[in-house]
């Protein structure tokens, strides 16, 4: 039963006011058949407005089954109306991209969360288009369409039914036809008020009201209520579902949704997939390139061995004259061993030469780096052979000729096969191999594996004729104790040398291993951030192109919107399908661009030859960080969506 008193209603358009309806008052009581008539302009879809809770008067009461609502808010109200009314529009409004069954089954979704139901079917058959369930709006006459409409009005079985003008776009068979279901439907106990500009039509109806400049200017009974209103369904007592949580089930069909509307706008939907790819591939591709990076220079760097001191003779100015490597200065064995006996951090001081050499097994020939080391280096540069062993102080002291070999020589000389126990020849001098090196992998400036290890007296009194040795390196026992183990051995040496005060500030070179790990390390880090934030911009980009198409959309369907919402979409429904799409987007996006970023690391590693590491926290960041974005940019759209008034929003062309 519906109670109106004093109604009005007055739009503002800028400093005008117009007051449409100018205090209505009317009580239509259920299972009446009520026609409105009158003028252009008079204010009767604003007043269905009103009575179909799609729009708020300005003024007076508006009591429904005895409730108040003219002061409800807009969710409410859109409760109300999907449990209790069925609006029927003169245009029809069926959203054009999906079948007649799933408009028919629309209002399904906001009441039910739930599409699933035989409603529909019986529906579209008692309307007379069992046949055209899955025929779309275009391709019906615009009496099917009414009549699609008029089900979709039906599905939640109301109690009243508004029709603006339902048959006005049509030609006359298919206005009976429409006209003789809305009366169907009133025998069954529907309340059915109705706009039409057709006098026969109004003389159908059981009362007739007329109006004109918002006021009701005639009221006439033509036909007696129906005494038993026992068929009536009287529904219970609607109980607005105001609950907060959204369950899974509602969620999952907010993205089947989502994904129906994005699967009829193919082009642009593919478009903003494919930011949102770009900017997650570029995310995974240059982690994994920073990664790489920042794995390899530690790998190497643990290579180089940890509280690493390398000793270096500099150059001795004497008299402002450079001398190279001055005599004086130049480094010995008995060097390294007073440096070992007589500075107690000191772990190892290993002496070291350094030269280049022409190897040769059988016919095979490679030029590659010899280095003349004593034992210690073994531990040192965590370099114990995976095969064989490392020559003994002994072999050093007796000169032995017997060498260990980095991987690169094995592949190369012996293709993998077992070297131990073989003889090849250093610059055409017999030497053993009795051991193989861990392979190590190639640092950016030279293959630590293109490598051959002898002993360092070996090296020097029958390869290299060298009588000094290039550097002496010396591992310090704790990381602490650097500094002044540093000092200690610059101490030390000069005082063994004898360096004139003038001179000592250029006689020795100390580089700390430690020092440089960290400058490098440092490096990578930079330039890991530096690429992880070029990559985020693209993503961001990405980003906007989502929420740009969003914005197109929302305005695109701001018709649909208003539908929607007058069949019962609640803010938080509207809200919810914009955000889903976004999501969709974003996480289709995410998917294959986590998919591309992984061949493009993969492309550059094996076409450029780059170390490149995915890591599985930088997909699960990336592929969350998409799924952000989508909300993010979604989330300004959907809310421009969610916030339209249903009748604006149903205006708006
Ligand atoms: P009817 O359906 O009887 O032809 P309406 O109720 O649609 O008339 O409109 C009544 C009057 O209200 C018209 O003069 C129309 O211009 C005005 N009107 C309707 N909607 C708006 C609006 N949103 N803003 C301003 N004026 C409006
Ligand atoms: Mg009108």
């Known amino acids: 039963m519906i109670e109106i008193n004093n109604i009005t209603k007055t739009y503002r358009m800028g400093q005008q006011e117009l007051t449409v309806l100018k205090g209505i008052s009317l009580t239509i009581a259920n299972g009446d058949f009520v026609a409105i008539m009158g003028p252009s302009g008079s204010g009767k879809s604003t007043l269905m407005h009103i009575l179909g809770l799609l729009d708020v008067p300005t003024s007076g009461s508006y009591k429904l089954n005895g409730h108040e609502v003219s002061k409800l808010d807009e969710d409410a109200l859109a409760v109300l109306r999907r449990e209790q009314i069925g609006f029927i529009f003169q245009q029809f409004n069926l959203l054009a991209r999906i079948s007649a069954y799933d408009n028919v089954a629309l209002p399904l979704l906001y009441s039910q969360k739930n599409t699933d139901s035989p409603v529909p079917k019986e529906l579209l058959a008692e309307v007379g288009l069992s046949d055209r369930q899955d025929h779309h709006p275009n391709e019906l006459s615009g009496g099917q369409q009414q009549r699609v409409a008029i089900a979709r009005a039906l599905v939640n079985r109301p109690q009243i039914i508004f029709a603006d003008e339902p048959t006005g776009n049509l030609d006359s068979t298919s206005e009976k036809e429409i006209l003789r279901i809305l009366h169907s439907l009133n025998d069954m106990g529907i309340t059915v008020i109705m706009v039409t500009h057709e006098e026969e039509i109004g003389q159908q109806a059981k009362r007739l009201i007329r109006m004109r400049d ?8 033509r036909e007696a209520l129906p005494v038993n209103l026992s068929t009536n369904q009287q529904k219970a007592e609607p109980t607005p579902s105001h609950s907060k949580s959204w369950n899974l089930q509602e969620l999952t069909v907010y993205f089947h949704q989502g994904f129906r509307t994005l699967m009829a706008n193919k082009v642009r939907t593919g478009l903003s997939i494919l930011g949102i790819m770009i900017g997650v591939a570029a ?19 643990s290579s180089l061995g940890s509280n690493l001191l390398i000793l270096r003779s500099g150059a001795v100015r004497v008299a402002g004259v450079a001398q190279e490597s001055g005599a004086t200065t130049r480094l010995t064995e ?6 070992q006996d007589q500075i107690p951090s000191l772990k190892y001081s290993a002496p070291l030469v350094n030269g280049r050499g022409q190897v040769t097994y059988l016919n095979k020939n490679w030029s590659t780096q010899i280095t003349g080391a004593s034992p210690p280096y073994a531990q040192m540069h965590a370099s114990e052979p995976v095969a064989g062993r490392f020559f003994s102080e002994q072999e050093n002291q007796m ?24 003889m090849i020849k250093i610059n055409k001098i017999n030497f053993q191999i ?13 293959n630590q594996d293109d490598v051959i290890i002898v002993p360092v007296l070996t090296a020097m009194h029958r390869l290299m004729g060298k009588v000094y040795l290039d550097s002496i390196e010396l591992e310090v026992n704790d990381s602490k104790n650097i500094e002044p183990t540093q000092n200690s051995i610059l101490e030390l040496m000069l005082r063994r040398k004898r360096v004139p005060p003038s001179a000592q500030e250029d006689a020795f070179q100390i580089f700390n291993m430690a020092d440089i790990q960290a400058a490098l390390s440092q490096t990578s880090k930079t330039l890991s951030l530096l690429l992880a934030a070029i990559a985020a911009i693209s993503l961001i980009v990405g980003g906007i192109g989502i929420m ?13 919107i208003g ?27 995410g998917v294959a661009g986590i998919i591309l970023g992984w061949l493009a690391t993969l492309i550059l590693s094996s076409a450029a ?17 998409s799924a952000f974005i989508g909300i993010l940019f979604g989330v300004y759209p959907a809310r421009q969506a969610s916030g339209l008034h249903p009748i604006d929003a149903l205006r708006f062309e």
């Open 399 to 422: 000169r032995a000729r017997v060498a260990v070999i980095g991987a690169t020589l094995l592949h190369e000389l012996f293709e993998d096969q077992n070297p131990i126990g073989e």
């Open 283 to 301: 995310v995974v591709a240059m982690l994994a390139l920073g990664k790489g990076a920042q794995e390899q220079i530690e790998q190497q760097l």
């Open 609 to 625: 030859g780059w170390t490149t590491s995915v890591s599985l926290s930088s997909i699960v960041l990336s592929f969350f960080t």
């Open 334 to 339: 008995e060097d390294a061993k007073a440096l």
């Open 434 to 446: 009795i051991g193989v090196l861990p392979e190590k992998g190639a640092s950016g400036f030279r």
């Open 548 to 560: 740009n198409i969003m914005l197109v959309s929302v305005t695109e369907r701001t018709k649909e």
């Open 563 to 589: 539908l929607r919402k007058a069949i019962g979409a609640r803010r938080k429904d509207i809200l919810l399908q914009f955000l889903s799409e976004s999501v969709v987007v974003s996480a289709v996006g």
């Open 214 to 221: 918002g006021l009701i200017q005639s009221d006439t009974r």
